[in-house]
């Protein structure tokens, strides 16, 4: 017997209801198909702006800093771990980090102090890709600093303005100097948006006299280095140091992020609920429609388990269809959202555990986006099909025949 064929043909008997379960889980597959592409290019898109606007992969800073940041918690011989990190394929590039006061014309705020060479950070951030006014960092302007938007507008100072930035310096004298506003940020995270200043590293540290060190080195890993490995590689060229990945350094968005996948998964399985209960009455009246020949079929020796395996492939039949059209309308949506995406501009002042929305929202393809919603839909029909397909199996023949 061939049961392929059988089921086929099955499957177009009653032409009407098959259309309809068909129909029913086409529409549930591509609108989770597009959902599933949007919601982990927002999430990826947020570990993606945290590692290479932020974070990046790896940070290393010197024992008890990252508790209570002093600049006198320095990395006293930052080249001896840069140098056998670039050996072995890393990119690294050092920063200088304080705090202080900065001032405008008739208003101040506190004020993080982040020195770095412009030329090496770009080869772990695009920070300086960020910025909506004016221009980055550049060596030979050491008295121009860039700022992050909201501090620029609690200040009410703009591209240009003269700014004065206080601190403590490493000698404990009153370190105080007028600088110029050559940039504003754009959004990028919450705590820098606020209070961070962006100076040229030789200039933070004739503020803060501190002759030698660096408080800070981000670090970006290969491509095919996974992040646990480069941590470990990390470790071994700077022991001694605290090393933590950017998930150990932000928690809470990386549990998010972690989640995504199992929220998404229980959000397909609540969706498809509703075409389970049509696809379990489109079985079931299909079943009761064909008892007499169930019964026929046992009669001539057709086992329970061939008749459950009938069931369950015209089930796969219709599911093969609707995975067919729901990619068909699924995929052009979803190649537009991954190359135009959706500008969310008026929620750029959003953020999430520190970390700021992105104001262009993109879909993702990749596999975990097509197969979450697939899976969940084959599983959701699977079980659906098995009641119809057990009761057909447990027909008793002489019963099933001289049904009417």
Same mark, same amino acid.
């Given at each position: ?292 020949? &169930?019964? *026929?079929?046992? =009669?001539? #020796? ?7 395996? !009938?069931?369950? /492939? @015209? ?63 084959? &599983?959701? *029909?699977?079980? =659906?099909? #098995? ?7 447990? !027909?008793?023949? /002489? @019963? ?5």
């Amino acid at each position: 017997m061939n049961l392929p064929r059988m089921a086929w043909r099955n499957v177009f008997r009653n032409a009407r209801r098959s259309a309809v379960t068909i129909s029913a889980m086409t529409v549930a597959l591509a609108a989770l198909l597009v959902l599933s592409g949007l919601i982990r290019g927002l999430y990826l898109g947020m570990e993606r702006d945290l590692v290479e606007l932020e974070l990046g992969d790896v940070q290393v800073h010197a024992p008890g800093y990252r508790n209570r940041p002093s600049i006198y918690e320095r990395l006293e011989a930052p080249d001896s771990i840069i140098a056998p990190l670039e050996a072995a394929g890393f990119r690294v590039s050092s920063r200088l980090r304080g705090s202080g006061l900065a001032a405008g014309a008739k208003e101040s705020a506190g004020a993080q102090l982040i020195g770095l060479d412009p030329a090496r950070d770009a080869t772990v951030s695009d920070i300086g890709t960020k910025v909506a006014e004016g221009r980055w960092l550049e060596v030979s302007d050491a008295r121009g600093v860039v700022i992050g938007r909201k501090l620029a507008k609690s200040l009410h100072v703009g591209v240009g303005d003269t700014l004065l930035l206080l601190s403590t310096a490493a000698d404990g004298s009153m370190a105080n100097e007028l600088y110029t506003v050559r940039g504003v940020l754009g959004p990028v995270g919450d705590g820098l948006d606020r209070s961070a200043v962006f100076l040229v590293q030789q200039t933070l540290r004739e503020l803060l006299e501190l002759p030698e060190g660096v408080h800070q080195l981000i670090v970006r890993r290969p491509p095919t280095v996974p992040l646990l490995d480069a941590k470990a590689a990390v470790v071994a060229a700077a022991p001694g140091q605290d090393v933590n990945t950017w998930k150990e350094l932000m928690p809470t968005v990386a549990q998010l992020l972690q989640s995504t996948e199992g929220s998404m998964m229980l959000m397909f399985l609540v969706v498809y609920l509703a075409v389970g209960i049509v696809v379990l009455n489109a079985m079931l009246m299909a079943v009761f429609e064909r008892i007499r020949e &169930f019964g *026929v079929l046992k =009669a001539v #020796g057709v086992k329970p388990r061939t008749v459950v395996a !009938l069931v369950f /492939l @015209e089930g796969a039949a219709q599911t093969a269809i609707a995975v067919g059209l729901g990619l068909l309308l699924a995929v052009p949506a979803l190649l537009y959202l991954s190359t135009t995406g959706i500008d969310v501009g008026s929620m750029s002042a959003a953020s999430l555990g520190g970390a700021t929305f992105s104001q262009h929202w993109v879909a993702v393809l990749d596999r975990q986006t097509f197969t979450g919603p697939i899976g969940a839909l084959a &599983f959701v *029909v699977s079980v =659906a099909i #098995g009641y119809p397909a057990l009761k057909a199996a447990r !027909l008793d023949p /002489l @019963e099933a025949i001289h049904h009417r």
